[in-house]
């Protein structure tokens, strides 16, 4: 026995295609909050067209007609005689193969044509196929900027990382309005280029780039077991500058005028080794073991990627005993301020990135072990070796590992000289 079934509940697959010959006409679904209407979709001589109805029978109906008179508009065509009726039986032949009508081979041809101002369309096309891989998700770059940013504030990291994640990599993603995929190396390197900053600036932007597209490659996004385009950049030559250290008596001034809680920011790098971005990125007081006196970068936060351990000094133990009760991020704000205030109150002139350059090298002329200095600093021993080696004598190494904490009044008090 045959039933009838509501419309609604029969299944529908769309979109549905009409076919006339060789014309080809499709209808949509078109979903709204409260409505459903339906989208009559073909290219004509002109362009493509949409038509929307309200009833999917009549949009059928309607398809229907638009597909016969399309395929009507072929046979006219078969009435040319000479020289034009063989031009148009090998064009239909060599299209045969897309199962598109004639003329909106001959539209799209023209679009491409307009759109590349008449260069070669076949060299496009390859061109296209050897660089965009489209069975890759076409993630934008600001989309793929938007969940970087997500994945690392939920990994924790420090706001100043993610403030780079907003300022470099929102840059360029304002510039690259595209599919990540289609970013080539050239693309990179003009932008950088063109940018008018330092070389160490656009080192620092070509290296957050490099762990940008990782992450991507990562999630599928880009090509699996290839270079990413940061990656095949290669590196900005950065012309080496001698490395400028404190002095004991300045580090000692810094240390008494610095607050409690920036007080460890400033003795772990000077006396650990501790890069400031390990720190910005959330370098936490369950990394350091205050029973064995030692310290754990994870390979999360460290520079080179691989997790490394770091012997404490006597010294640095003493600065920080008063903290072993601590936990969570040791000092992972913006410590521009803070070291504004130290500056001011030590009157010692700041250097960048003198307190860990004064580690290396009064840790190496107490140890003469380049490979050690190396781990703890997640160096290479060979430039352990040429930036630390025969920078300080042995008097002021010893001064500076008897740097201690004095009591609190009278840390004000040498701070101040």
Not at 30 to 57: E, H, M, P
Not at 395 to 407: E, G, M, S, V
Request: charge should be positive; aromatic fraction near 8%.
């Amino acid at each position: 026995m045959r039933r009838n079934f509501p419309h609604s509940l029969i299944q529908t697959e769309f979109p549905i295609l009409v076919k006339k010959g060789h014309a080809t006409v499709k209808v949509y679904e078109v979903k709204n909050r409260k409505t459903t209407n339906y989208t009559v979709a073909y290219i004509s001589a002109t362009g493509r067209q949409r038509r929307t109805f309200a009833d999917l029978d009549l949009a059928k109906r309607e398809a229907g007609i638009i597909a016969q008179n399309l395929a009507d508009g072929d046979m006219e065509a078969l009435k040319l005689t000479g020289r034009e009726k063989q031009i148009y039986v090998e064009a239909e032949r060599a299209i045969a193969a897309t199962g598109l009508p004639l003329h909106s081979v001959a539209h799209e041809f023209a679009r491409a044509f307009d759109v590349l101002g008449g260069a070669n369309i076949v060299e496009a096309a390859r061109y296209f196929k050897k660089h965009v891989d489209a069975d890759l998700p076409q993630v934008t770059a600001r989309e793929a900027v938007d969940k970087f940013y997500a994945a690392k504030e939920a990994e924790g990291m420090s706001a100043m990382y993610l403030k780079d994640i907003r300022g470099m990599l929102g840059d360029f993603a304002e510039h690259f309005q595209c599919p990540l995929s289609s970013i080539q190396t050239d693309d990179l390197r003009q932008y950088l280029n063109a940018k008018r900053v330092s070389l160490v600036t656009k080192a620092n932007r070509r290296r957050m780039l490099v762990v940008l597209l990782n992450f991507a490659r990562d999630n599928g996004w880009l090509r699996p077991n290839e270079k990413t385009a940061a990656e095949a950049l290669g590196t900005y030559k950065v012309k080496p500058r001698e490395p400028e250290i404190h002095t004991p008596a300045e580090v000692r001034r810094l240390l008494n005028a610095a607050a409690p809680d920036f007080l460890p920011y400033l003795a772990l790098i000077s006396f650990g080794g501790v890069r400031r971005e390990e720190l910005h990125k959330g370098l936490s007081w369950a990394a350091i073991n205050f029973d064995r006196g030692t310290i754990t970068v994870p390979a999360a936060i460290a520079k080179t990627g691989r997790k490394r351990k770091i012997v404490m000094a006597e010294n640095l133990r003493e600065w920080l005993s008063p903290y072993r009760v601590k936990s969570g991020p040791i000092f992972n704000i913006d410590p521009r301020k803070r070291i504004a205030k130290v500056v001011k109150a030590s009157g010692v002139k700041w250097k960048r990135n003198a307190l860990r350059h004064s580690f290396g090298s009064y840790r190496m002329e107490q140890t003469k072990n380049e490979g050690q200095v190396a781990l703890e600093m997640g160096n290479s021993p060979k430039v352990v070796k040429d930036h630390y080696f025969e920078i300080v004598d042995e008097q002021a190494a010893r001064d500076y590992w008897n740097i201690k904490p004095l009591p609190r009044d009278d840390r004000k008090i040498v701070a101040m000289h």
